[in-house]
């Protein structure tokens, strides 16, 4: 089972980046070309009822899977990055950190109004992230599809900041 897969291969990485966060990290996956190839398909058939006409991987760790995922499904893919990496002209969205506060930034012709988006991560936490992505969108003009993870952290509750915007909400291993 896929899931299992991936629970046995991420690594658990105690107090990082600070005290109190296990941090799963996913590098041990993508050593593991058979491995990636299962979590693409097992992504994209989660996806397999739903319209999706872009799909926009979170930098960074999104861009991994996200690029795969929109190459199976043949649909463009668009990188929604931090703020100053992007070289064209920009649509922004900010949200709050615990501490401060961040700033996520799209090219303003990524997306067209009225397209389907679909919006991936590696993993869902707290959902902040995804939801600044997801207002980012909207302010596009364009419509949030769903949402794809490899990992959702259910206990973080997450999720239920995502339904105002979609209720197509897939992980492949939670915890
Ligand atoms: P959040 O906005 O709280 O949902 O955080 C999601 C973002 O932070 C994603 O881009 C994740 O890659 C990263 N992240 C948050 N918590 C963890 C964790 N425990 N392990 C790995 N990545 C994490």
Redesign the pocket.
């Known amino acids: 089972m896929i899931e299992t897969k991936i629970k046995q291969t991420v690594r658990d990485v105690n107090d990082f980046p600070k005290p109190g ?5 996913i590098t041990p996956i993508l050593k593991d070309a058979v491995l990636c190839g299962e979590i693409t398909a097992a992504l994209a058939s989660q996806l397999a009822d739903i319209k999706i006409d872009v799909i926009a991987g ?1 930098e960074s ?2 861009f991994l899977f996200g690029m795969a995922l929109a190459n199976l499904l043949n649909v463009p893919f668009v990188p929604i990055r931090k703020a100053g990496k992007l070289p064209h002209k920009t649509i922004q969205q900010s949200y709050d950190l615990e501490y401060g506060s961040a700033t996520l930034e799209m090219h303003e012709d990524a997306v067209l109004p009225g397209q389907h988006v679909l919006i991936h ?10 939801v600044a992505a997801s207002k980012l969108i909207e302010k596009m003009g364009a419509v949030v599809a769903g949402y794809s993870f490899i990992i959702a ?1 259910d206990f ?1 509750n ?1 999720k239920d900041r995502l339904k105002t915007f979609s209720d197509h909400n897939f992980a492949l291993a939670s915890y």
């Open positions: 966060i296990v941090f799963k990290d979170i760790r999104g991560d590696d993993l869902l936490a707290t959902g902040g992230t995804v952290l973080l997450g």
